[in-house]
């Protein structure tokens, strides 16, 4: 898994260097950095629209008891196309863009959620309310005022004390 990461940390670099060249070579390089920057705002604004909609279907999947586990799938998959879609490069912006087709990303999600293995406890109290945690003691307390004691000024300092200038 290490040897992986460390194959996608340099190569994909190494190939949108590539991509980056053929097309600023092509179209120019003035038309690169726009087509780089307009895929990551859409991609931005696409994946607010989309992730909205995850949200309200993994909600309506908790409202029947179900665990919304291909929604969360979907979750983390928008958020990899928000990572694919902010990091400029044409393979990246590729990638991203297929993980926004929500049929891919729905048949990629329903496939990680088969080839998974959860395990799902819900623990409801009565009421619906669930345990926040430390143990409640119900009593009943009376609040006591006491004068706080008063202390005399002596006109005499105490010859003992340390800090009597007297010795």
């Not at 898994?1 to 053929?22: R, S």
């Not at 990572?83 to 999600?109: C, E, M």
């Not at 009593?139 to 006491?146: A, L, M």
Request: avoid cysteine; hydrophobic fraction near 50%; aromatic fraction near 8%.
């Amino acid at each position: 898994m290490a040897l992986l990461f460390l194959a996608a940390l340099i190569g994909i670099p190494l190939i949108e260097i590539m991509v980056f060249i053929e097309v600023g070579s092509e179209i120019g390089a003035l038309n690169t950095v726009i087509i780089t920057v307009v895929t990551a705002v859409i991609g931005v604004f696409l994946i607010r629209i989309q992730g909205i909609g995850v949200l309200m279907r993994a909600r309506a999947t908790l409202d029947r008891q179900e665990t919304p586990v291909n929604e969360i799938f979907e979750g983390i998959f928008l958020a990899l196309a928000g990572l694919f879609l902010i990091i400029p490069g044409f393979v990246t912006d590729t990638i991203g863009f297929l993980l926004l087709i929500p049929p891919l990303r729905r048949s990629l999600a329903a496939y990680m959620a088969r080839n998974s293995n959860f395990v799902a406890t819900n623990v409801r109290h009565p009421g619906g309310r669930t345990a926040r945690g430390g143990t409640v003691i119900d009593g009943e307390y009376e609040v006591i005022e006491k004068e706080p004691p008063t202390i005399e000024p002596t006109d005499k300092p105490n010859p003992d004390s340390p800090w009597s200038k007297e010795k």
